[in-house]
């Protein structure tokens, strides 16, 4: 067995592609940044930028996450700190044609937070912007106004890993404030899926899923309307019976 030679092996990069999702006036949004440098200087594109050396992938999707737009995700190894993000790996892309400066692969990152503040761009981003999901990949087909790179394919998968995941897991509640009434959880569902839910049997559902919600022991009236029961996020993580898409 010969001995490994790694120049027997062309050099490549290792980036991280982030794809955060909130949920704005009632709708599915993502983070995108404007590209300040080549290539597709001028397009609007998904966080992310290039893995250092000393860093894992986690640590390198929490740099670039604040470098680019000052947004910041709590360590994931110590949950329940404040309203932190929820930071998943969601895919590897390694088209060897995706980046036309040299071959690079993207660990893409899904990230999950309820009210993010308005993004500040940084880094080689000159403007960043929340948009809502449907709008940018209606533009996926249009080169012109399309996002860069393969971040159009990165940004549909990552809106369908959240619109399956808050079916059969907690996942949900990421969306939420501390604590929430069934009203703006439902509220998240409906903008993940894009459909309307029915207020009762969503309420029946929710309340009546072992381990989903917790009453939090209060009332809020910040919707309009009646005081309405407040709920924390329960123990489970796996909703059982699972709360079933739509079909449309």
């Not at 995108?32 to 594109?45: C, D, K, Y």
């Not at 309203?83 to 400066?101: F, I, M, S, V, W």
């Not at 087909?141 to 549909?156: C, E, K, T, V």
């Not at 009434?181 to 409906?190: H, P």
């Amino acid at each position: 067995m010969s001995p490994y030679d790694p120049s027997a092996f062309p050099p490549f990069a290792v980036t991280v592609d982030l794809v955060v999702l909130t949920v704005r006036r009632h709708a599915l949004c993502a983070l995108v940044v404007r590209r300040g440098e080549q290539p597709f200087q001028g397009r609007w594109a998904l966080p992310g930028g290039f893995v250092r050396g000393d860093e894992d992938l986690a640590a390198a999707a929490a740099r670039e996450l604040s470098e680019e737009t000052g947004l910041c995700t709590h360590d994931p190894a110590v949950p329940g700190v404040g309203n932190g993000a929820h930071l998943e790996q969601l895919a590897t892309y390694g088209d060897p044609k995706r980046d036309p400066r040299m071959r690079v692969v993207s660990v893409a990152h899904l990230v999950l937070a309820p009210d993010l503040p308005a993004p500040r761009a940084g880094g080689d981003a000159n403007s960043a912007r929340w948009a809502p999901v449907d709008e940018l990949l209606e533009t996926e087909d249009q080169a012109s106004a399309g996002l860069a790179f393969d971040h159009a394919r990165i940004l549909d998968d990552g809106v369908e890993r959240a619109r399956s995941k808050i079916e059969y897991s907690s996942l949900a509640t990421a969306f939420c404030p501390p604590e929430f009434t069934v009203g703006e959880l439902r509220r998240v569902y409906e903008a993940v899926w894009g459909v309307a839910l029915d207020p009762r049997n969503f309420h029946r559902k929710v309340t009546g899923t072992p381990g989903f919600l917790v009453p939090a022991g209060g009332t809020t009236t910040r919707q309009g309307g009646r005081p309405a029961q407040l709920f924390r996020a329960g123990g489970a993580t796996l909703l059982n019976p699972p709360m079933l898409r739509p079909e449309v």
